[in-house]
């Protein structure tokens, strides 16, 4: 458990971080910018839960063209003929630009799938960088 300080000036509010309670003759204000070891000296001890850390969050995927999609699954082809049976699954997010043919990118998702790809995608509105015009 951990030891919170709250606010001296009342002692029937909230628990611990929760408490959300403000007394009108400013004391929480001046509590708040105290040094920690004056708020130590005259918070109110209240006991709380250890706080939980967050869990870790996988990275943003991949954002790429329609022609880096198609080295990919060539890359992802490649290594199942060389080792077959592995697992070597790849998240993207696909930029499909208006000089991209919007079935070829769905084909290339579609053909990704068996070696592992999982693929979002949206329209851009704007040529994608690295697609010529």
């Avoid at 839960?49 to 869990?55: D, V």
């Amino acid at each position: 458990m951990a030891v919170v300080y709250r606010c001296p000036g009342s002692t029937g509010y909230g628990h611990g971080e929760t408490a959300r309670t403000v007394h009108l003759d400013g004391c929480c204000a001046r509590f708040a910018l105290m040094t920690d070891e004056r708020r130590a000296e005259t918070g109110l001890r209240t006991s709380a839960p250890e706080p939980r850390p967050e869990p870790p969050r996988p990275p943003d995927p991949e954002t790429v063209t329609v022609i880096e999609l198609a080295k990919i699954i060539a890359e992802m082809q490649r290594r199942d003929t060389e080792q077959p049976g592995v697992e070597q699954d790849q998240i993207v997010w696909l930029e499909i630009g208006p000089d991209d043919d919007y079935e070829q990118a769905l084909a290339l998702i579609e053909l990704g799938r068996p070696y592992g790809l999982v693929a979002a995608y949206r329209r851009s509105a704007t040529t994608t960088e690295g697609n010529p015009r």
